[in-house]
């Protein structure tokens, strides 16, 4: 018997159209951290600061800043009477596997705060809080989304809070449905409206409704030490690496092509080098090492040049090249221009005139010119294509793998007129983004988005306002994990933005001194010539492998790895094929083949 459950005119799902595998993730429960089984209590804290520019963060937010950190522990609760709190729930900016199980998360930790709880989703991301448009959310319809990917349960958008008449309509869709909190899950944008409508909503007296953010981003640069990772992330780079991993099989098999492989993250380079710890891509470009070096286009194309020559004398005219989305914006000459251009199509615009090739190319510095004069037209028509929601370029738009393709068939070009290089190259270009947003989130994603709804009703029943769910010590079991929350304001810093100046929470990149990044640069050596290929194969929901998390959160958790084996042949194995467990609880990295060294 099919069942068709429908949350809006538009959206809804048919039950009996779920795969063998929906219908096993439906049953699935997520197990709790123990805190929350029993009664628990508000340890407080330390006051906090801001990422940076402290004095003018502290003046943009008077009301919620510099408050305390909290930690949730096990024992009496002494608290006020537990009543009935009804909360509503949105959804904002780009997808991430696990958005359902935070719904509900909170969902079930708010019945179990009081059966008369009520929980209301936002329809289509911010918007549908500005046109208070909603459903309520019961037990039925929700029961369909569990452990489900997607965002279709409510739907999301990438609108922006912003001007005085979208406060005052969102003031009056919170007084008018009595919320006792908003949860917005969200990535560092969305995150920096969350503190600025509950910094507006406390300035006009309205100390009901508590806001609080839910860490969410594939990109993985939303962390600090107290979010040690975003949601998504994991899903995310497992279903790239998957891909990645057949390519590196496909490549090795067929010896005549170089893959150029684009992966989604637009400011930061996370997923590019889990992907590439994952996998042993024999090229691993890392942005934020290429603004380091302060690397010219021209010299990425060298570089890999090179490579592709140390590979032809090995007679092997074939292997990866992973390119980080953001790429070209941590490219000293392109990172110019992109900032001229954003300045002047705007200009343009505001003169009632239309951005085009043609009308900027005379318009730009000398600088400028020289960088934009060497691109082929296509890739300039999509730096200047329209921005998006917050006013950055596209730059998923932007097909940066197969400028770089175009770059390396000239030099290599050159060289063999000068006769240094006598093999072939022949590129393929492929981009992997969408494909990670949506899919069923992993048994990590399930679990720890489960446990922030828990800890976002938590933080809404104590009153705490202005704050981000967190989930601490996430390399051990879900039952040892500590939920907390950090006040939003203790991530921001001030940006330029559209030549004003804005508090936004700042971005967290590569941290090139950091162990995920320092042991691929023990590793990548031998990379760019052997082929180490590593294929982590497609998630697994069962077995001894649906447990491995990711090895970025691995490595930057401390959690210890196998030492390098030095035999060739085994030299994949530095990177888990299991895990077990140390003294603490905390999974550790073991190796495929037992070693003494």
């Not at 995150?191 to 594939?218: R, Y």
């Not at 110019?336 to 954003?342: A, F, M, Q």
């Amino acid at each position: 018997r099919q069942t068709f459950v429908r949350t809006s005119m538009s959206v809804g799902r048919l039950i009996g159209s779920y795969s063998d595998l929906e219908h096993e993730r439906l049953k699935y429960e997520p197990p709790l951290p123990s805190i929350f089984e029993e009664e628990w209590y508000v340890e407080k804290g330390d006051a906090t600061t801001a990422a940076g520019d402290v004095e003018l963060v502290a003046k943009k937010f008077p009301h919620i800043f510099g408050k305390q950190t909290i930690t949730f522990r096990r024992g009496e609760y002494l608290g006020d009477a537990k009543k009935p709190l009804r909360v509503g729930v949105v959804l904002s900016g780009g997808q991430a596997a696990g958005g359902h199980n935070v719904i509900a998360g909170l969902f079930d930790a708010l019945k179990a705060w009081h059966m008369e709880s009520t929980v209301i989703g936002f329809l289509g991301g911010p918007e549908g809080i500005i046109r208070n448009q909603f459903i309520d959310i019961t037990d039925a319809p929700l029961s369909v989304y569990r452990n489900q990917g997607g965002f279709d349960m409510i739907g999301s958008g990438r609108t922006k809070i912003a001007t005085e008449e979208q406060f005052k309509r969102t003031k009056q869709t919170i007084v008018d449905n009595n919320l006792d909190g908003l949860v917005i899950i969200g990535g560092d944008d969305s995150n920096t409206n969350a503190a600025v409508l509950a910094e507006e909503l406390l300035k006009d007296g309205i100390t009901k409704c508590k806001v609080v953010g839910v860490p969410k981003t594939i990109d993985g640069d939303l962390k600090n030490q107290y979010v040690e990772i975003s949601f998504g992330f994991d899903s995310a780079t497992k279903v790239y690496s998957n891909l990645i991993g057949n390519i590196l099989r496909d490549a090795a098999s067929a010896r005549k092509y170089y893959h150029f492989i684009r992966l989604m993250g637009r400011a930061a380079s996370h997923i590019t080098l889990e992907c590439g710890l994952q996998t042993h891509a024999n090229v691993v470009l890392v942005g934020e090492e290429v603004k380091q070096k302060q690397q010219t286009l021209k010299e990425i194309a060298r570089n890999l040049a090179d490579v592709v020559m140390e590979r032809w004398s090995s007679n092997k005219n074939y292997g990866a090249v992973l390119v980080p989305e953001g790429l070209i914006d941590f490219v000293p000459e392109v990172n110019v221009l992109i900032k001229e251009l954003t300045k002047l199509t705007q200009k343009i615009i505001e003169e009632g005139g239309t951005p085009t090739v043609e009308a900027i190319s005379p318009r730009l510095t000398p600088e400028a010119k020289e960088t934009w004069m060497h691109m082929p037209k296509d890739i300039k028509e999509e730096l200047i294509a329209e921005r998006d929601d917050h006013g950055n370029i596209q730059l998923s738009k932007i097909e940066t793998e197969k400028l770089l393709i175009l770059m390396v068939a000239e030099e290599l070009q050159e060289r063999k007129k000068n006769g240094t290089y006598k093999g072939t190259f022949s590129a393929v270009s492929h981009f992997f983004g969408y494909e990670g947003r949506c899919c069923l989130p992993t048994v990590f994603d399930s679990n720890y988005t489960y446990a922030l709804g828990w800890c976002a009703s938590a933080l809404i029943s104590q009153g705490y306002t202005g704050y981000m769910a967190t989930v601490g010590d996430l390399t051990s079991r879900p039952k040892n994990w500590i939920p907390g929350g950090i006040p939003l304001t203790l991530m921001m810093n001030m940006e330029d933005r559209g030549g004003v100046l804005k508090p936004v929470i700042k971005k967290a990149l590569v941290d090139l001194d950091g162990r995920p990044f320092q042991t691929f640069e023990e590793q990548r050596q031998a990379w760019k010539v052997d082929d180490l290929y590593r294929d982590p194969g497609p998630i697994q929901f069962a077995g001894l492998t649906s447990e491995l998390i990711n090895i970025t959160l691995l490595l930057e958790s401390g959690c210890p790895l196998h030492r390098k084996i030095h035999r060739k042949e085994s030299f994949h194995t530095i990177f888990y094929g299991g895990t077990g467990e140390d003294g603490a609880g905390r999974r550790v990295v073991v190796p495929q083949c037992a070693t003494n060294d």
